[in-house]
């Protein structure tokens, strides 16, 4: 028979546990847009460029429109800003993203919020309550790649954080995001 695991040595395995699935999807998702940004044909580059930064602006709002499945715009952004001038990708597709990011808000504000109540729902809402701490919050979960941006999205609408201040927080973090994901691409261009 085995011996029951001490208490501190469970709670370290169950913590350990709960990384474990948004880890591999996490992983999953870096590898994904690694194999697209591999596997964009020359001609699809040629024929999004050719829609300039209005097309960086339309795909990076339809992929952040897409509230439950992710959708792979990354390669094509890095692939858009080696085509086109770095600094006007970036701000198309951060005011594209902003946009798209909209559609959780408006979902939110609807008050059909379906997020499951955990810590960081918790602690999201006690940010989005205050006015100075909301912006500071929706621009800080904004900026880097993450999928729980989601919840935020929804709260902010749900608990009436004013429109021009999400739009102005999620543009200003989405710029740093896509001025990261432009520059890989620049970079990537000179390997």
Request: net charge positive; hydrophobic share 60%.
């Amino acid at each position: 028979m085995s011996e029951p695991i001490p208490s501190s040595e469970a709670s370290a395995r169950q913590r350990w546990k709960r990384w474990i699935r948004p880890g591999l999807a996490g992983a999953a998702v870096v590898f994904l847009n690694i194999l697209a940004y591999i596997l964009i044909p020359v001609d699809v580059l040629q024929r999004a460029g050719a829609f300039g930064y209005v097309g960086a602006f339309i795909t990076a709002a339809i992929a952040n429109a897409s509230v439950v499945v992710p959708v792979p715009y990354y390669p094509v952004i890095a692939r858009l800003a080696q085509a086109l001038d770095v600094w006007g990708v970036v701000l198309a597709a951060a005011a594209g993203s902003a946009l798209g990011e909209s559609v959780a808000f408006f979902v939110g504000r609807m008050g059909r919020a379906a997020a499951e109540e955990t810590r960081f729902y918790r602690w999201v809402r006690r940010q989005l309550q205050q006015p100075w701490r909301a912006a500071l919050a929706l621009f800080i979960l904004s900026a880097p790649p993450n999928p729980a941006f989601d919840v935020a999205g929804l709260l902010a609408g749900a608990l009436g954080v004013p429109l021009w201040m999400f739009l102005s927080a999620v543009f200003l973090g989405r710029m740093i995001r896509m001025a990261l994901v432009a520059l890989v691409g620049v970079g990537l261009a000179e390997v």
